[in-house]
């Protein structure tokens, strides 16, 4: 004996137009950005909260590998161009920009701004 139905009997119906929360922001964009960026930063931290046994692996594991600082920084443009510090891990050794004239001949997309050469040396193992 089969227990399933055919699709064609089945009907959805919405049960509430609107989500389990819902703020309405249209009159006050002041309370909509706030809330947005209220909404941002708690996601941010729990994710970096989530994320920090792995971060701090691979925090190791990059001072293991090679010397120098575990973060690449640099000052870039945000909104309305004001300047942050951008971080990242970092992938590639301390002195790679000063190599980067070294090794200009084997770059293999030659004409361009950009810079790739298979298996550069520069890259770290993490």
């Known amino acids: 004996m089969s227990t399933s139905l055919?699709?064609?009997?089945?009907?959805?119906?919405?049960?509430?137009?609107?989500?389990?929360?819902n703020i309405d922001t249209s009159e006050n964009p002041l309370v909509k950005?706030?809330?947005?960026?209220?909404?941002?930063?708690?996601?941010?931290?729990?994710?970096?909260?989530?994320?920090?046994?792995?971060?701090?692996?691979?925090?190791?594991l990059i001072r293991l590998d090679s010397p120098g600082p575990i973060f690449f920084r640099q000052l870039r443009q945000g909104r309305g161009g004001r300047p942050f510090m951008f971080l990242k891990f970092?992938?590639?050794?301390?002195?790679?920009?000063?190599?980067?004239?070294?090794?200009?001949?084997?770059?293999?997309?030659?004409?361009?701004v950009l810079f790739k050469i298979r298996r550069d040396p520069r890259v770290t193992r993490i």
């Open 90 to 112: 970092r992938t590639m050794t301390v002195n790679a920009e000063d190599r980067l004239r070294e090794l200009e001949s084997l770059n293999e997309a030659a004409g361009g």
């Open 6 to 21: 055919p699709m064609s009997i089945l009907e959805l119906e919405p049960i509430s137009r609107e989500g389990p929360v």
């Open 33 to 60: 950005s706030v809330l947005k960026r209220v909404i941002d930063v708690t996601g941010a931290l729990v994710g970096l909260v989530m994320l920090f046994p792995v971060m701090l692996v691979i925090a190791v």
